[in-house]
């Protein structure tokens, strides 16, 4: 097969990608290791910045996201004894949507048929190849082959998330990581209740982060943070909702709706960039370049807006032989992305207990959230940065 572009990875950040090249007439397919149904039965973040619902309408696939996605004019932070409520709307003029990413995958998956857009699934032992030239090539096998199937292309995607194969096909001199690895993962558990709040509560409490989260009305999504040690079937149903209570503090547990997990899971947290994004023929989108803990919800909206800077950098390739645009992909890109790294990094250290932490840093988060508390101009900060920044 020959094509343009080899897009490495079917979720949201590869088939956004793949949908906003076809649309202007590039060619691309996109490979994917996992099945369809594999790919919507992971579950990930819901809050979009402007620039994931403007690419959604840019392509015409928003019609979903606007009838049942939730617009949120602000959020609040709870230091176990009150709501600080960020009033985006008010500070920013602005606000975010609530609508999962695995609505968005779907909305984009359901589409691609249909525009023509080529995506191969269970695209296995994918390989990069001569990535320092100006003629890669993929190659990779399906269920029953015996010989490799090879996919020659001018450019190569790695939107593969963090532990695919894109970014190892980088040498180790061409690049340099950036990582902090936290001490505590996060327990999340969904469930078919309604949210306890009509907007999102990141909450600090003596006892550890806790954040009140939702899908729809009528779904929740909620965490703690736990050590790294815990294991899931430490923590019963019943456990867990008695530790939310706790530490989102009285005014919101006095409206928490219990029931039984659709979904438990804890995962780890960390920072993490590889820079620069681009090597010769191939560019990096989303987590197979950088990951954010989940504090600042910023993990979808960085593979868009990554995604945002590779699409208008390939079109201009191909449409208007601009060799700089691809050039400059990579400094565009990060500029973005340390800036988001930032604030994911900042409100992650504000809002949980660190175990090396002692009541100095513990004082130092209560002064903080106090001063958030009465200072418009930090609520605006942490609004500017909520909503998300200008690409």
């Known amino acids: 097969m020959k094509t343009q572009v080899c897009i490495i990875g079917g979720g949201p950040a590869g088939l956004l990608l793949g949908h906003l090249l076809h649309a202007e007439g590039v060619e691309c397919v996109v490979l994917e290791q996992r099945t369809p149904d594999y790919v919507l039965s992971r579950i990930r973040a819901g809050v979009l910045e402007n620039i ?11 019609a979903r996201l606007k009838a049942e996605g939730m617009p949120h004019d602000g959020f609040n932070l709870a230091d176990g004894e009150r709501l600080i409520r960020i009033d985006m709307a008010d500070l920013v003029g602005d606000h975010v949507w609530v609508y999962g990413q695995t609505e968005i995958t779907k909305d984009l998956m359901d589409a691609a048929p249909e525009r023509g857009l080529q995506v191969i699934y269970e695209a296995e032992g994918v390989a990069l190849h001569d990535v320092a030239g100006d003629a890669p090539y993929v190659t990779y096998r399906l269920p029953g082959d015996e010989d490799d199937r090879r996919v020659d292309c001018r450019f190569i995607a790695g939107c593969d998330g963090f532990h695919g194969p894109s970014r190892k096909a980088i040498p180790a001199s061409a690049g340099t990581p950036y990582e902090l690895v936290y001490p505590f993962g996060w327990l999340g558990i969904l469930a078919d209740v309604p949210p306890c709040n009509h907007e999102l509560i990141y909450a600090n409490h003596e006892r550890g982060f806790a954040l009140a989260s939702m899908r729809s009305a009528t779904r929740s999504r909620y965490y703690i943070d736990v050590p790294l040690t815990d294991r899931v079937e ?3 149903d019943d456990r867990l909702w008695d530790e939310l209570a706790i530490r989102l503090g009285p005014e919101a547990a006095a409206n928490i709706t219990r029931g039984p997990a659709i979904e438990k899971s804890i995962a780890p947290l960390r920072s993490f960039v590889f820079a620069p994004m681009r090597y010769g023929s191939l560019i990096l989108c989303g987590d197979a370049a950088h990951i954010v803990p989940p504090t600042g919800a910023k993990g979808l909206n960085l593979a868009a807006s990554d995604v945002h800077y590779a699409s208008e950098a390939l079109i201009r390739f ?8 691809v050039a400059t992909y990579s400094d565009k890109a990060l500029a973005r992305v340390w800036k988001s790294e930032r604030f994911s990094w900042s409100l992650t250290k504000l809002m949980h207990r660190f175990p090396e932490g002692g009541a100095f840093e513990r004082a130092m988060q209560v002064a903080e959230l106090d001063y958030i508390a009465n200072s418009r101009a930090a609520q605006t900060t942490i609004a500017e940065n909520y909503v998300g920044l200008p690409v």
Do not use: H, I
């Not at 191909?318 to 645009?325: E, M, Q, T």
């Open 52 to 62: 994931t619902v403007s690419l959604m309408e840019r392509l015409g696939l928003d």
């Open 234 to 236: 430490e923590w019963s």
């Open 318 to 325: 191909f449409k208007a032989a601009d060799n700089d645009a």
